[in-house]
């Protein structure tokens, strides 16, 4: 039997989607409009927010509302996780802790000549994980994922507890 969707359990499912729909926005936007490439910690944290996407996107359409709840609340421990890989990203720019992998870059080396991927090399950008490429009041683009994310997460799952 499918029960009513309550104000807060419709409240946490737009947020469970919206949030890491603007946030993944937001990161698309400054790397393919303001220029900042992600490093390789940058894509760890946008893998969970795609994957809460899912389940969030397909809680708006279960009549069951223990399936609904459960999906909503899967979608905010993925965004959670994103956030927690935040908190390492960050404190990795920081320096409050070592590193877990090497830079990156955005080369594509596929079909090219030695030459032209030594040349292709030199010219790419350097992306390293222990600097932030950019700040707002000390905060890095990671240290705003952390905040968001986590935030977002825990406010998604105070709205289901209130809702059950």
């Given at each position: 039997?499918?029960?009513?969707?309550?104000?807060?359990?419709?409240?946490?499912?737009?947020?469970?989607?919206?949030?890491?729909?603007?946030?993944?926005?937001?990161?698309?936007?400054?790397?393919?409009?303001?220029?900042?490439?992600?490093?390789?910690?940058?894509?760890?944290?946008?893998?969970?927010?795609?994957?809460a996407l899912v389940p969030a996107f397909a809680a708006f359409f279960?009549?069951?509302?223990?399936?609904?709840?459960?999906?909503?609340?899967?979608?905010?421990?993925?965004?959670?996780?994103?956030?927690?890989?935040?908190?390492?990203?960050?404190?990795?720019?920081?320096?409050?802790?070592?590193?877990?992998?090497?830079?990156?870059?955005?080369?594509?080396?596929?079909?090219?000549?030695?030459?032209?991927?030594?040349?292709?090399?030199?010219?790419?950008?350097?992306?390293?994980?222990d600097v932030a490429q950019w700040t707002l009041a000390g905060i890095?683009?990671?240290?705003?994922?952390?905040?968001?994310?986590?935030?977002?997460?825990?406010?998604?799952?105070?709205?289901?507890?209130?809702?059950?």
């Amino acid at each position: 039997m499918a029960r009513r969707v309550t104000a807060g359990e419709r409240q946490a499912n737009r947020i469970a989607f919206l949030l890491p729909a603007a946030l993944l926005a937001g990161a698309w936007a400054s790397q393919l409009i303001g220029g900042l490439y992600p490093c390789e910690m940058c894509h760890w944290q946008r893998w969970p927010h795609y994957a809460a996407l899912v389940p969030a996107f397909a809680a708006f359409f279960v009549p069951q509302r223990s399936i609904r709840g459960s999906l909503i609340i899967l979608a905010a421990l993925l965004i959670a996780v994103s956030g927690a890989i935040g908190v390492a990203h960050a404190g990795v720019e920081y320096g409050w802790w070592q590193g877990f992998t090497a830079c990156t870059s955005t080369v594509q080396m596929g079909g090219m000549s030695a030459a032209e991927r030594l040349d292709a090399i030199m010219r790419a950008p350097v992306i390293r994980c222990d600097v932030a490429q950019w700040t707002l009041a000390g905060i890095s683009l990671a240290g705003f994922n952390a905040l968001f994310s986590l935030g977002g997460a825990a406010t998604i799952l105070v709205l289901m507890r209130k809702a059950r």
